[in-house]
């Protein structure tokens, strides 16, 4: 048995650090790199794309509003022409530095606020398929089960990738919880472990995800990669590297 292991990387910005994304590189199958509207600048881009090459982890852009300042987790009520054009600069931005080191953009997944807009907001959801369809139709979304963004996106013709959130506590309509609440964050590494194995087992998902900015990242992904394998569950990308 075999699923993809996902993180969100590359979250830096010049001296102000955020994870350890080489510790998560070294547990992961792929790397949904900031494209550095929500986070990330190039050099810290440039430089995670480098260390996700050597070690063989597929790229992906992470995409998000243009909100620096608020980490990408604040709604934008953003003109869908405006969504679709920074959608694709930021494909292309990463795209460009992620060639520069040998490696390729090989699939988009949306951040924040964002990825949970387009759970629902079918407009918004639109213009990140168009964005997609009019860059490269052979890019694969990685996104939430049922949302409105991976319907249009197979209708489009896109390939579709769902996605289990390890370290993320979800509603009763399948929903995550919103972060500003206490129980929105799963923080035991052993409990995160069970439920990967469990996602894995009862395939709820293609990708299990971490988030490579919680405090405890790093000790969390050890212990959900060693209860994986425990399980004979290897973690395999859901796409090859380069594409």
């Known amino acids: ?9 590359g979250e830096s910005f010049g001296r102000w650090r955020l ?9 992961i199958t792929s790397a949904n790199v900031a494209c550095g509207f929500h986070a990330g600048d190039p050099t810290t881009l440039r430089r995670t794309c480098r260390s996700a090459v050597e070690r063989g982890v597929v790229i992906g852009a992470q995409v998000g509003y243009p909100d620096l300042v608020g980490f990408g987790r604040r709604f934008l009520d953003i003109a869908a022409d405006d969504l679709a054009a920074a959608v694709i600069y930021q494909i292309g931005a990463l795209d460009a530095l992620a060639r520069s080191v ?3 953009v090989a699939y988009v997944k949306p951040h924040g606020a964002l990825y949970n807009a387009i759970v629902d907001h ?4 639109a213009a990140v398929v168009e964005a997609m369809v009019s860059l490269d139709d052979r890019l694969p979304l990685l996104g939430l089960p049922g949302s409105a963004v991976l319907d249009i ?3 489009r013709g896109l390939r579709t990738v ?3 959130f390890i370290d993320r506590n979800y509603t009763a309509d399948g929903r995550l919880v919103d972060r500003r609440r206490p129980d929105a964050m799963v923080t035991d590494a052993d409990q995160a472990a069970e439920r990967a194995v469990e996602a ?3 395939g709820v998902a293609d990708s299990l995800c971490l988030h490579g900015d919680s405090p405890d990242a790093v000790t969390m992904g050890a212990t959900v990669l060693a209860a994986l394998r425990e399980a004979g ?6 796409v090859g590297v380069g594409g």
């Open 1 to 9: 048995m075999a699923v993809d292991l996902n993180a969100d990387l």
């Open 19 to 27: 994870g350890d994304d080489d510790a998560m590189l070294a547990m």
């Open 102 to 104: 040998g490696g390729a």
């Open 122 to 125: 079918e407009d918004q959801a």
């Open 153 to 155: 996106a197979a209708e």
């Open 162 to 164: 769902t996605e289990y």
């Open 200 to 202: 894995a087992r009862t």
């Open 233 to 238: 569950i290897e973690p395999v990308p859901f």
